[in-house]
């Protein structure tokens, strides 16, 4: 898992995730297009979401994930 202390803690981030059936792929980028962090969410669950995300403030990430089949909700 890559980590990059972003430049300005209050920067707005943006995070893709690529959603699988038993795990994700996460990409936060900053405003810039840099990469912040990326890794492996395994399993797919609150507390595997959580972990990957526990660094960040409150509210600073944005997220999309791709459109998926029926794997449940995220």
Do not use: Q
Not at 10 to 22: P, R, S, T, Y
Not at 52 to 71: D, H, I, K, L
Request: hydrophobic share 45%; aromatic share 14%.
């Amino acid at each position: 898992m890559k980590t990059n202390t972003p430049s300005n803690s209050n920067e707005m981030l943006f995070a893709g995730i690529d959603f699988h059936k038993l795990y994700s792929v996460v990409h936060v980028l900053d405003a810039a297009g840099a990469t912040v962090k990326k890794g492996r969410v395994e399993p797919n669950s609150l507390a595997g979401f959580s972990a990957f995300f526990a660094g960040f403030p409150a509210r600073s990430v944005s997220c999309v994930f791709e459109s998926s089949m029926n794997w449940g909700y995220l």
